[in-house]
């Protein structure tokens, strides 16, 4: 196995060796990160069917389903109802105008939460900071949701983490900025 820095580098190289020789070449990896790092354009297979193709970009931003959502990185999920353009899950409402009503689960990765020290809003989500975990400029803060006692995992950067004064036990309140609902529609059946 390569460490971090080596497979950075190797995958700098594979992509200038590609870009140098204009051809098309098909590279197969498990790595996430690599392969939005190396491809131009990405497929998606879940049990040897494609589920997305698409520039890195447009499947990271625009999964279309939650297979998708979920294989591209670190999600919260918000298992729930969506009633009148709102993802109802435990005491928290979500906007969530776009998507139909019925048994769904809302989608969050951990960049796109805001923390904070006070409640906002409907969907602010008190929480109790569990674990903080410092990687260089990211933070990574684990919280405990009051409401379900379920887990959520929330990144922000190390200058915003200093600005709260943030400390493992305090009770925070985190909002989701960008929230993707997939409708269950086998829920019922």
Do not use: C
Not at 102 to 111: D, F, L, N, Q
Request: proline share 3%.
């Amino acid at each position: 196995a390569l460490d971090a820095k080596v497979r950075k580098e190797l995958r700098r190289w594979l992509r200038r060796l590609h870009d140098e020789f204009n051809v098309t070449s098909v590279f197969v990896t498990h790595d996430q990160e690599e392969a939005m790092d190396v491809a131009d354009r990405v497929v998606i297979m879940n049990e040897g069917k494609i589920e997305q193709v698409g520039t890195p970009e447009e499947v990271y931003d625009h999964p279309i389903n939650p297979f998708v959502y979920d294989f591209l990185g670190s999600v919260n999920l918000f298992k729930g109802n969506v009633q009148q353009g709102k993802l109802v899950t435990g005491n928290v409402e979500m906007n969530a105008p776009d998507s139909e009503d019925g048994v769904s689960t809302g989608y969050v990765r951990a960049h796109n939460f805001i923390i904070e020290t006070e409640a906002s809003g409907k969907d602010s989500i008190a929480s109790i900071i569990d674990h903080i975990h410092t990687m260089g400029a990211i933070v990574r803060i684990e919280v405990i949701r009051e409401d379900t006692n379920e887990p959520l995992e929330v990144e922000l950067t190390k200058e915003h983490y200093i600005q709260l004064g943030l400390r493992k036990g305090a009770k925070v309140f985190v909002r989701p900025k960008e929230l993707k609902v997939f409708v269950d529609y086998m829920a019922g059946i």
